[in-house]
């Protein structure tokens, strides 16, 4: 079969692998598509190390059952699947006093275990989700994203009425703009420094789009809400983009900090600022199981527009290049997916 296999910084290879085959309790999936993720782009720039080389990458699976391995109970050959990437241990503290999502032997496909980015990858059952077969390929590429959008959405637990300042609008700040507008909100302004990236959150639910190069995002807020946002979300990971907003947030509201930022970076924060104003701070990792199956139900409504979030659909040769636009030319694409039978 064919992969593009991660062998360090700026350094991914077209190579012609063994199919693999599916173990105890494992599923053999034909891959139809992946997502190209931030993370993805961050492992292949050198900015993260969480993958182990050589490794296929990408983790925003979609793909079909051809075989299934010994012990699978609930999959059959040809059913359509999303899968969740994070495997956890269940046998440490944290998996058995009921915190999985904090597991200390934690692996993830496409971190250290082969990905997507080729045209068979082998998924443990318990992290494979079956979707109906109507269920567009857009929708399946940003299953895995949506699902740990609504496990944030759980955790800010706004109100019909609350107020939202979301800081970006790449497929993070899209998702988020549509669960969001969705949920009766007061208002929704959006940060984004791409003109065309704007245009899509105000065209999807945004009230308001401002540029922060050129703005005062502050002064902006509070022109239309005195007394600030209820809820600030953060999906660029820019520790600036964050200090900049802070102070738009409402007394009593709440911060996500949702994007990924750098691991050296430092946040200078009042703490008698938080204090006073009463804020709460809060961050929102990965999705419990079951947030894929809501993902699921909710595309299948069809009040998510994913294709305004996937912007192009490239083979598997084009994966670096996919990445170099995620990075360097962030007005070209919002969401690449990767076909590897393309
Ligand atoms: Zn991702
Ligand atoms: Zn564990």
Redesign the pocket.
Known sequence: MKAAVFYGTEDIRMEELETPSPGEGELLLKVSGC?V?G?DAGIYYGKSDKAVPPVVIG??ITGTVERVGPGVVSFREGQQVVVDPFIFCGVCDFCKTGSPLLCSNESFLGYNRNGGYCQYTVVPEQNAYSVPETLGFEERVVC??LATVLAGFDRLGPKPGSSFLILGAGTVGLLWNQVVRNSLPAAIVQTEVVKRRRETAAALGADVTISPCDTDVVETVRSLLPLGVDCIVDATGSTEAVSQALPALKKGGTFLSFGICPPDERLSLSLNWVYRSQVRIITSRRPPRHKIQEAVCILQRGIIDTKAVVTSVRPLSETAEAFRLFEKERDREIKTAIDPWK
């Open positions: 997502g993720c993370t983790h925003e895995e994203t």
